[in-house]
């Protein structure tokens, strides 16, 4: 799976723009916060994937591993918050629609 994603998102990079890398990257910080505010024990996992991402498109997002950093430490400062308040009773079916939706930025060839 590690192996299909590389290849996709170099495709990606071949013939991507940075709105489509920014797509991508936003969609794995957004999964990031989640995974923060839900506990989940692959936050850790989650943040050094978006940190991967970010290298391999680079030149193809305006992310960088600087605004990984960032947002890490204001998560564990408590200085971001979500847009919406959730239930933690529904945060894995929240993780999992974040996931879906990274994963549909990839497109069908990461299936």
Excluded: H, W
Aim: aromatic fraction near 4%.
């Amino acid at each position: 799976m590690m192996m299909i994603t590389v290849l996709l998102l170099g495709a990606l990079v071949s013939v991507g723009s940075i709105e489509k890398g920014d797509a991508i990257v936003a969609a794995q910080i957004e999964l990031l916060k989640l995974s923060f505010f839900c506990d989940d024990p692959l936050y850790r996992s989650k943040r050094n994937r978006v940190i991967e991402t970010i290298a391999e498109l680079k030149g193809v997002t305006s992310f960088s591993e600087k605004t990984v950093t960032a947002l890490d430490d204001a998560l564990k400062n408590k200085t971001v918050r979500l847009a919406t308040p959730i239930n933690r009773g529904d945060c894995m079916a929240l993780i999992s629609e974040a996931q879906e939706a990274v994963d549909a930025l990839y497109g069908p060839a990461a299936k």
